[in-house]
């Protein structure tokens, strides 16, 4: 049955690229807001969407939305909710959110509210005065924002940028999702050539592997839900060996690494072995200063900026090296992401398009060169 109703949150900007992963996975009634999408499907899609999506940051189950003015209708809701489809009488269920522009603003109380009123609702479907909480752990997830609570369960753990091959990284890292979402829209494909030439901790250069290899991001990790007797482990076994059965082997795609650092060199090398992608990737010391373009290659970049590693002035010389050094064209398009709202006037041309993303907590354009 189809009858899951699930919300997957992403970047700011990314939305059109998870939407697109959301329909190749077979998702239905799919909805687009800001910075998270909804959509529904059955217990499969639990696995399927953990396994599978690049760009979104988690898979959660939606138990309800519903209008939260005081705490008498925030605990009557909840109560109202099918908790024990999915919760069962041992297992954990801890409680965290957030409240945004609400009269219920206190997210400590709100937590004790929704606690609560879970439990008396299992109580009363399983027959208990008090609940272990010694079994996996049911993650509840509330958002109280202009007085509508949805309360959610978290279906994934650490979050799906936590792919399993980067353990460490450099000082300014991108994040894996994000970076899978800047390789999409690159359109990245299974004969493509991309290069980085400030590689630091591979992260593009690994994203793209996976995208020309089709390789599911989620296979090398464990999700929370994976622990839940309510979701049968055949379903995962399913899911794994079906997306394992997806990977294209015969591909022409290569990625070449370029840093000034030794360290992020070795770190990049590292990275791509725990990804098992060290076959389509070399990386090599090498300053943009020295940089030869690669003919038929795809650019894809995060440069130092002024806020992080380097001054200001720095930033925007190195932006003009770049500028001299990577000359983009239909055959070799290029694409940078920054937060420097001036570097077309740096790097001496106008993007073909931009595009607002978010690198955590710092807005970014992705600067986009293919003509």
């Not at 696995?47 to 760009?55: F, G, K, P, V, W």
């Not at 924002?145 to 799906?160: E, F, H, N, P, Q």
Request: proline share 4%; aromatic share 10%; charged share 30%.
């Amino acid at each position: 049955m189809n009858d899951i109703t699930f919300c997957v949150p992403c970047h700011f900007g990314l939305e059109s690229v998870l939407k697109f992963e959301l329909g190749r996975i077979g998702a239905e009634n799919i909805t687009v807001s800001d910075g998270k999408l909804g959509f529904t499907g059955g217990e499969e899609l639990i696995a399927r969407a953990n396994y599978r999506l690049a760009t979104a940051e988690r898979v959660l189950i939606e138990l309800g939305t519903f209008r939260a003015e005081t705490f008498t209708q925030l605990f009557d809701s909840v109560k109202a909710l099918p908790l024990e489809r999915f919760i069962g009488r041992k297992d954990a269920f801890p409680v965290k959110g957030h409240c945004l522009d609400s009269k219920l603003h206190s997210v400590p109380d709100c937590q004790k509210i929704i606690k609560k009123a879970a439990v008396e609702r299992l109580k009363t479907k399983y027959g208990v005065s008090w609940f272990e909480e010694t079994g996996a752990v049911h993650q509840l997830q509330f958002v109280i924002r202009k007085d509508i609570c949805s309360l959610y369960l978290d279906t994934t753990g650490a979050g799906l940028h936590k792919r399993g091959y980067r353990q460490n990284s450099n000082e300014a890292p991108i994040k894996e999702t994000l970076a899978a979402g800047i390789v999409d829209l690159a359109r990245v494909r299974q004969d493509t050539a991309v290069v980085d030439p400030m590689c630091g901790s591979g992260t593009f250069l690994i994203e793209a592997a996976y995208k020309a290899a089709n390789i599911a991001p989620g296979l090398r990790r464990h999700f929370a839900a994976e622990q839940w007797e309510q979701v049968s482990r055949d379903i995962w076994k399913r899911e794994k060996e079906q997306a394992l059965s997806e990977v294209r082997r015969d591909i022409g795609f290569k990625g070449l690494g370029f840093d000034i650092d030794a360290e992020a060199v070795a770190l990049t090398e590292d990275n791509a072995k725990k990804a098992g992608v060290i076959s389509r990737i070399q990386a090599a010391k090498r300053d943009i200063a020295y940089y030869e373009r690669v003919p038929g290659a795809t650019v894809i970049v995060n440069p130092p900026y002024g806020e992080r590693m380097l001054e200001l002035r720095e930033a925007e010389e190195l932006y003009k090296l770049m500028g001299e050094k990577l000359s983009p064209s239909r055959e070799e398009p290029c694409f940078i992401i920054t937060p420097h709202e001036d570097f077309e006037k740096f790097f001496g041309r106008k993007a073909d398009k931009k595009r607002k993303l978010y690198n955590g907590m710092i807005k970014c354009e992705l600067f986009m060169y293919f003509k």
